[in-house]
């Protein structure tokens, strides 16, 4: 298996995000995708750490390192619920940031200061109407506050990447209203495949109403990329109402 990482070689970029994560001795933080142990080092001179690390010829390095537990595998198949930790600290592997922000959500955390390749932050926090506002914007705002705090120039990694990144604060907070999440997902989803359709072809298209439904139901006629978050959570009790 090809592995895509690019990792941090800029120590005060790595110091900043120990800085905002506002570490005590208290804390045990969760690192994916450690690596070369750049930030792993800095973290374990203040708290404990979780590293996860797929690649192999990283292992014995980071057991090394004092104040870590290493873990040889495949985040996406950690079973996090076995993992005791409250704040998050990782230079996320870009090619999983997607699942990896999804399954991290599900866990309830107190803080994470993430580094993502610049234009998956830019959609984490895009609001409606923006270019980059999408499913992934909606999701992250269901479950919890989230901002850029900073965007780090390619050259700070090793290989450089060909897009520069951001460190976004991830705060979990939850649900952030009460809808059927299954429904949410399934209608957020269906959506976004259709983002500068109107809501009602969306819907249709993908079989979530029938076209009889529509004078039924809220903001038919608006676009999707004009739906707020909560507008969707309206719009998925309605269809509930109806079925």
Known sequence: MKLSQHFLVDEKVAERQIE???LCEDDIVLEIGAGNGILTKKIARIAKVIAIEIDRKFIERLKKIRNVEVIHGDAL???FNKLEFNKVIS????????PLTFKLLEKNF??????YQKEFAERMVAKPGSKEYSRLSVMVYYRADCEILEYVPKEAF???PKVDSCIVKIVPIG???DVDEVLFERVTRALFSHRRKKIKNALVMEEIIEKEEMDKLPFMDKRVEQLSPEEIAELCDKIKAIK
């Open 158 to 160: 090793c290989p450089k």
């Open 20 to 22: 905002y994560a506002n």
């Open 77 to 79: 198949k950690v079973d």
């Open 91 to 98: 230079n996320i592997p870009y090619h999983i940031s997607s």
């Open 175 to 177: 649900k952030r209203f």
């Open 110 to 115: 107190d803080l994470g200061i993430l580094m």
